[in-house]
């Protein structure tokens, strides 16, 4: 229903037709019942129809000079303002192939001249609670979507402050700043948007994947909750013994993020990727990792992506053990890993897109306050 026909209840109805008597009569029938215009040619009724209030329905005669009903009837439904406008072709055309042609091209109901004035009040009546009912269903599928869109949001924020609060509990007890955090998120999402180009990554690496590893790169090292202190936070190199120690939290992240798909009634794709990155980020390509010493393309891609993003923010960033090494020597020790370490194909790519890297960990860069307060906090 238009705006104008909302405020007296009324719909509206256009009459479309180049006979002026029959212009009147219809007026004369309709106007008590509903809102009317006329249009008496098929190019006004188009414009009318096509206003900033379009009609309810639309009457429409067939043989008109110029451009007649049917193409008249083409263009409303080929409109997204006007396809839902129900329209009746209203003519003295009575042959059968005629009507299949009004039907043909959009009509709901087909009315031949000379009309019976109740036949014509009823199909009316009948197109418009049918129209009514349509609007209706239309306006709480689209509130229905807006609810359903703006609950997912909220989920969604939940779910992201949860992964954040969790991941930040892990980064409490060591002696890593937030921004590593956030540097190795990004660092991963940039790998993998340009490993989508790959054809050997590019199934794997869909863009939802691609977003659920970056919501997911903060649990990578969820395990270290787990780890005492005086081993995650010697300043010094450990003994193999406190390194054994060390290498758990891997399998510690996995069994905490296993125990919260347990939780829930069917599977997580989101959280089979957090599960495979904080248990295989350090694998590595030759065999040589833990916790089960995969190699090459044993080791799952998003672990792989993500064991250079890490190894690269370990080596730039300040250690209790160590200072932060310049970026062009991270950069090359990634090099150096290639086939070793690393999968050659990631560090290609990673040496495709340096500048990225470094332009992520200048964004989030830790400041001295950022140090000073976490050395505080220890």
Not at 213 to 236: E, N, Q, T
Not at 310 to 317: E, N, R, T
Not at 318 to 338: L, W
Request: aromatic share 6%; net charge negative.
């Amino acid at each position: 229903m238009n705006r104008e026909a909302a405020a007296n209840g009324k719909p509206t109805v256009l009459v479309v037709d180049d006979t002026p008597e029959n212009l009147t009569l219809m007026n004369g029938l309709l106007g008590p019942v509903y809102e009317t215009m006329v249009a008496n040619s098929g190019e006004r009724a188009l414009k009318l129809a096509l206003s900033a209030t379009p009609p309810d329905l639309v009457l429409l005669d067939i043989m008109m000079p110029g451009m007649d009903g049917y193409e008249v009837c083409r263009r409303l439904k080929a409109d997204p303002r006007t396809r839902d406008v129900p329209v009746i072709f209203l003519t003295a055309k009575t042959e059968i192939e005629d009507e299949q042609k009004g039907f043909d091209v959009g009509a709901v109901d087909y009315i031949t001249k000379p009309i019976s004035a109740p036949i014509v009040m009823a199909r009316i009546k009948t197109q418009l609670t049918l129209k009514a009912a349509a609007d209706f269903l239309k306006d709480k599928n689209v509130y229905l979507e807006n609810e359903v869109a703006r609950r997912t949001r909220e989920v969604q924020v939940v779910q992201d402050v949860t992964i954040m609060a969790m991941a930040s509990l892990a980064e409490t007890r060591d002696n890593e700043t937030g921004n590593h955090l956030r540097r190795t998120q990004n660092y991963v999402k940039a790998l993998a948007k340009k490993l989508q180009s790959n054809a050997k990554f590019a199934a794997v690496l869909s863009d939802d994947v691609v977003e659920m590893l970056y919501k997911s790169a903060p649990l990578h090292d969820i395990g270290k909750v787990g780890i005492p202190d005086a081993i995650l936070l010697k300043p010094g190199k450990l003994t193999p013994e406190e390194f054994e120690v060390m290498k758990t939290h891997s399998a510690l992240g996995r069994d905490v993020i296993a125990a919260a798909e347990k939780l829930i009634d069917t599977p997580s794709t989101f959280l089979k990727i957090a599960r495979e990155i904080a248990n295989f980020h350090h694998e590595k390509w030759d065999g040589s990792g833990y916790p089960d010493k995969l190699a090459g393309e044993a080791i799952p891609v998003l672990a792989r992506l993500m064991a250079v993003a890490d190894v690269y923010d370990a080596l730039i960033s300040r250690r209790v053990y160590k200072p932060p090494f310049s970026r062009e020597k991270a950069a090359g020790i990634i090099r150096e890993g290639r086939g070793q370490h690393f999968d050659p194909d990631i560090v290609d790519a990673f040496i495709e897109i340096e500048e990225e890297f470094n332009d992520i960990a200048e964004r989030f860069a830790d400041s001295e306050e950022d140090v000073k307060a976490k050395a505080d906090s220890l």
